[in-house]
């Protein structure tokens, strides 16, 4: 396999089940009457990475590195500039008309904002029942008994099917965004930060409810968070992500046992310890992240770096296996 684009299991062969190769998004920044681009955007620039069936990518990072645009980009909201989305071996960027409506059937996506994503003018039945009829799924009569038992399955009753978007609590409204993605039985499911915005009481019920939903499917989640505890608790593999590009991806096990990259080392010393008498030197990183307009040149952390010397302005470290599975884009690491 091309060493630009790491298995997330050194002992996978054949063709992947999900890949995301070589994904790419500049926005073009426009200035003046004539709006002439003056830069662009870095926001995704060069993502690699493979999820094997049933199994779950933690992509962490903190705000801004580029973890939603990607997953737009693989839902197709976005248009990507190059790359490739692979679904057991077909590219579907570009596809259009039935190939496209077959992917959006086997690829869904769950919102952070349980709220917004929901259209207020609909109620439950409304949000559920579309999807069956634009995909053809069931004949009109059957759509009540399907609608729920999708209810029932993310544990709401039937009888909140007239109910509005207001009507629900947030957890509650979560639990509807993940019913409209299963509505459709999706294959691969993008969870874009799912619980953090809601309450602290709400959300291990909502993380125990994707693992079930997980396991009694056989679905492949992309699960984009900020919070690496957490992403501990659902991941198989994990990807860090900085200023648009994968620093560092492992299996989870071998990523908390030994991070190599300073960032992920940086994240990591900021998870609170849950022992009272537990002591943790946090790791605090001087400066504020770059812009993405205008990236520093070499590696792209250099200017946040403890480790940094000449040749990290210099030369752009190459995203290399430094151990069985355990990728990373460092000088002086691995």
């Known amino acids: 396999m091309n060493r630009d684009c790491p298995p997330t299991d ?46 779950t990518l933690g992509l962490v990072g903190e705000s801004g590195c580029g973890k939603t645009t990607a997953a737009r980009l693989i839902l197709q909201l976005e248009t990507p500039d190059t790359g490739e989305v692979i679904l057991e071996g077909r590219n579907i960027l570009g596809a259009k008309g039935p190939a496209l409506r077959a992917y959006r059937r086997d690829v869904q996506m769950i919102f952070q904002d349980p709220y917004s994503s929901l259209n207020p003018h609909k109620t439950a039945w409304q949000t559920l029942a579309e999807p069956l009829r634009v995909h053809g799924l069931c004949h009109r009569e059957e759509m009540p008994d399907r609608v729920a038992e999708v209810l029932e399955s993310v544990s709401l009753s039937a009888d909140f099917m007239d109910r509005y978007p207001h009507e629900f609590s947030g957890g509650q409204r979560q639990r509807l965004g993940i019913a409209r993605a299963l509505t459709v039985n999706p294959r691969v499911i993008v969870c874009d930060e799912p619980v953090s915005a809601l309450d602290v009481s709400v ?29 501990e608790h659902v991941s198989d593999v994990v990807a ?23 960032y992920s080392e940086a994240l990591l010393s900021a998870i609170p310890t849950t022992h009272p008498k537990a002591k943790k030197e946090r790791i605090v ?33 190459v995203f290399r296996e430094a151990a069985p599975g355990h990728w990373v884009a460092c000088h002086f690491r691995g």
């Open 10 to 55: 050194p002992s996978a062969t054949g063709t992947p089940f999900f890949a995301v190769r070589g994904l790419k998004k500049y926005f073009p920044v426009r200035k003046g009457v004539f709006s002439r681009t003056i830069g662009h955007v870095q926001a995704v620039d060069g993502v690699n990475f493979e999820v094997r069936r049933g199994q």
């Open 203 to 231: 959300r291990s019920q909502i993380i125990n409810l994707l693992l079930e939903l997980q396991q009694r499917r056989n679905l492949t989640y992309v699960f984009i968070a900020h919070d690496l505890a957490l992403v």
């Open 240 to 262: 860090v992500m900085y200023l648009g590009r994968i620093v560092e991806m492992a299996p989870t096990e071998s990523f908390y046992a030994r991070r190599l990259h300073p």
């Open 285 to 317: 990183l001087q400066g504020d992240v770059p812009s993405p307009l205008n990236p520093p040149t070499g590696c792209r952390f250099r200017t946040r770096c403890p480790l940094v010397q000449d040749v990290c302005g210099e030369i752009e470290p």
